[in-house]
């Protein structure tokens, strides 16, 4: 793994939650990845902290395991492994009573960056942040990381932001959002800010209308606690969807910086309309043979949390007035599939017969699987049959176009962990970004509770309710396939 990034300077991450499933699965992963890069200096080092009964030999066989089942073999070598394994420490600690906070004390050092990564319980964030204080924990270079769900609504992200802001400064809060550290999210922005071709095409005079979908196939089993209390709208549409909308939506901002970003993203939530009822369709998927229902896999049998939304938004300002946005998301979908599709207008004036077949260009830009984007252009079917039209999509699918570099590319979570490091907040959330979100978010979930709404029910791996067809069909338009 070669590495044309610049060095991070000495760092101490505390790791909260450091023996659950999220760090076991991809924060120690992703920083052995980052070792093996060279963007761990000699003494920087992980400290993971929670309540189980372990010691600092077990924690690093803990992180061994993870990483020899979530990294490629080829990179497991055991000399790197055993170098990596040496930067591990472990503090057995009880976020609500006092044991532990002395140890950790004496083992974090203020003469560095300090980064505390909160994989833990929304819950636990307030308490957590109290006690780095009050144990004299955080120095002048801490950071927190925290993990979603922010807020379970405005009021709640609100009271959230005031109990960190009483220990720590805003520029050292970091609301991570892995949908932000994909490297096609990013690219989203190089395309649009980068390149002349596409920026003076991108706006309602153009463009006919932009769909955004994220489709999974598996169901809620294992997370049925937390996601029947949150459901599809807070736990995908509010965040991850409400995000690639911003950097799909946004004006160019002034230059690649923090607050001159999230600015801009900021502007784009305000001008959100807000939905009207027969916009928005809720659905949730049923049992089917062998395959679960959602009520089964919730263990909550007259569950009305939805597992599906489609939605159609407008963006009301100059760039976007009359464009539609077209959201989806839901579970036990047909496929895996996360996409950014942008459907431009076609022709003002076609010169060709009816029967030719011609059609809009449209750009779609792949998040997973096979990051990357392709754009579909109209060309003359070749042969000898007259002038017959098709589509051909310029394709460039990353692995394909840059090879092994493509394919060790840092995964999100690396990515995100090292710009906290850097202190650059540029793909985190800021703290008035998640409130303007659920202003927007809390109208509508109230308004199905007070009308009592249902949601549609669907078959497992199928595209959804047939009213989220309807959704587009009613205005001449289509959803993109979602392929198995």
């Not at 077990?58 to 170098?83: H, I, N, Q, T």
Request: charged fraction near 30%.
């Amino acid at each position: 793994m070669v590495s044309r990034v610049i060095p991070v300077e000495p760092f101490d991450l505390v790791i909260f939650g450091g023996t659950g499933d999220l760090a076991r699965r991809k924060i120690l992963p992703g920083l052995y990845r980052r070792f093996l890069d060279g963007q761990m200096p000699e003494d920087a080092r992980v400290i993971g902290a929670a309540r189980g009964d372990m010691n600092t030999d077990g924690y690093r066989a803990f992180v061994e395991s993870a990483v020899r089942e979530f990294v490629s073999k080829k990179w497991c070598d055991p000399k790197v492994l055993k170098m990596f394994l040496e930067r591990i420490s472990f503090v057995q600690l009880d976020v609500m009573g006092g044991q532990g906070w002395v140890d950790l004390k004496a083992i974090a050092k203020q003469d560095r960056v300090q980064a505390f990564y909160f994989s833990v319980g929304p819950g636990l964030f307030g308490p957590i942040a109290e006690r780095l204080h009050t144990h004299g924990i955080a120095g002048p270079n801490a950071r927190i990381v925290v993990e979603k769900p922010f807020g379970h609504d405005e009021a709640s992200a609100r009271e959230l932001n005031e109990t960190l802001a009483q220990h720590f400064d805003e520029h050292q809060i970091y609301r991570i959002d892995h949908y932000l550290g994909k490297e096609t999210v990013q690219n989203l922005m190089a395309l649009r800010f980068g390149n002349m071709l596409f920026e003076p095409l991108w706006n309602a005079q153009y463009v006919d209308h932009i769909q955004i979908t994220v489709a999974e196939t598996v169901g809620v089993e294992g997370r049925s606690s937390y996601y029947d209390k949150s459901g599809a709208m807070r736990d995908m549409v509010q965040n991850h969807l409400m995000q690639l909308l911003c950097l799909t939506a946004m004006e160019p901002p002034s230059k690649f910086e923090p607050n001159a970003v999230r600015d801009e993203k900021l502007k784009i939530i305000r001008a959100l309309d807000p939905v009207a009822s027969e916009d928005i369709v809720r659905g949730q998927y049923r049992g089917n043979g062998d395959v679960a229902s959602y009520l089964d896999d919730a263990e909550a049998d007259a569950s009305t949390t939805e597992s599906f939304v489609a939605m159609k938004l407008h963006v009301s300002n100059w760039r976007w007035n009359g464009t539609p946005f077209y959201l989806r998301t839901g579970k036990r979908m047909r496929g895996r599939m996360s996409e950014i599709v942008v459907r431009f207008k076609e022709p003002p004036h076609s010169i060709f017969e009816e029967d030719t077949g011609q059609t809009a260009n449209e750009l779609s830009i792949r998040l997973q699987p096979n990051e990357g984007m392709d754009l579909k252009v109209t060309i003359k079917e070749p042969g000898p049959g007259g002038m017959r039209l098709i589509d051909v999509p310029l394709d460039m699918t990353f692995a394909d176009a840059l090879g092994e570099e493509a394919a060790d590319a840092p995964d999100a979570y690396e990515r995100l962990i090292m710009d906290v490091i850097r202190g650059n907040q540029t793909l985190f959330m800021r703290g008035d970004e998640v409130e303007a979100a659920w202003a927007w978010t809390d109208p509508i979930i109230e308004g199905w509770e007070g009308r009592g709404d249902k949601p549609k029910l669907y078959d497992p791996f199928s595209t959804g309710p047939e009213e989220a067809l309807m959704l587009l069909h009613k205005d001449g338009r289509r959803w993109r396939e979602i392929r198995e």
